[in-house]
């Protein structure tokens, strides 16, 4: 399929859809309905979160079911959440997008923030480090980073990295994983 067959407004509604295929109806057999999961979020957050949320995946054209998924995956909307460390890494993951220190200050620079590490237990600071990392990973960057173009790949490369992306896919032979599967 030629992409200009598409407008470009159109090309964001398709990856909306397919967003809403690769999410939410996985999650509509645990939920009950794929409204229902939306609605679980509303419930966990304050009225200016979610709107925050909703401004910032529209800015960023992040599907915000794809955001949605990430926060329930990683912290079930837990923003005080503080994860275990792993192997010998002082880092803990940290708010309701799990974030690595090391990878939040990386993507504040990116994204035009201040590092501040305490900001990860709130919902807005997170939301802006974790939409900039998405968007890098599905769309890629000006340095010559193409992106992957494929949620599976993006999701599952947001909580093992880059690197552990390619050794999941070599031992796997596929990217979903379930951090993309939600």
Same mark, same amino acid.
């Given at each position: 399929?030629?992409?200009?067959?598409?407008?470009?407004?159109?090309k964001?509604?398709?990856?909306?859809?397919?967003?809403?295929?690769?999410?939410?109806?996985?999650?509509?057999?645990?939920?009950?309905?794929s409204?229902?999961?939306?609605?679980?979020?509303?419930?966990?957050?304050?009225?200016?979160?979610?709107e925050?949320?909703?401004k910032?995946?529209?800015?960023?054209?992040?599907?915000?079911?794809?955001?949605?998924?990430?926060?329930?995956?990683?912290?079930?909307?837990?923003?005080?959440?503080l &994860?275990?460390?792993? %192997?010998?890494?002082?880092?803990?993951?940290?708010?309701? !997008?799990?974030?690595?220190?090391? #990878? $939040?200050? =990386?993507?504040?620079?990116?994204?035009?923030?201040?590092?501040?590490?305490?900001?990860?237990?709130?919902?807005e600071?997170?939301?802006?480090?974790?939409?900039?990392?998405?968007r890098?990973?599905?769309?890629?960057?000006? &340095?010559?980073?193409? %992106?992957?173009?494929d949620?599976?790949?993006?999701?599952? !490369?947001?909580?093992?990295?880059? #690197? $552990?992306? =390619?050794?999941?896919i070599?031992?796997?032979g596929?990217?979903?994983?379930?951090?993309?599967?939600?």
């Amino acid at each position: 399929c030629s992409s200009d067959l598409f407008p470009s407004h159109d090309k964001v509604r398709i990856i909306a859809l397919l967003a809403l295929c690769l999410v939410l109806l996985p999650l509509s057999s645990h939920a009950g309905s794929s409204s229902k999961a939306i609605d679980d979020y509303k419930s966990k957050l304050t009225k200016s979160e979610v709107e925050f949320i909703e401004k910032e995946t529209a800015e960023k054209q992040i599907p915000i079911e794809i955001l949605l998924a990430l926060f329930k995956v990683e912290s079930n909307f837990n923003k005080s959440l503080l &994860g275990a460390r792993s %192997g010998k890494s002082k880092e803990r993951p940290t708010g309701i !997008a799990q974030m690595m220190p090391s #990878t $939040g200050k =990386n993507l504040a620079r990116q994204a035009g923030v201040k590092w501040e590490p305490k900001r990860l237990l709130e919902v807005e600071y997170s939301t802006i480090l974790a939409t900039t990392y998405l968007r890098y990973l599905y769309y890629g960057d000006e &340095g010559g980073f193409k %992106g992957y173009a494929d949620w599976h790949k993006a999701l599952t !490369a947001y909580n093992k990295g880059i #690197t $552990g992306l =390619n050794l999941y896919i070599k031992r796997y032979g596929t990217a979903k994983s379930k951090f993309s599967s939600t």
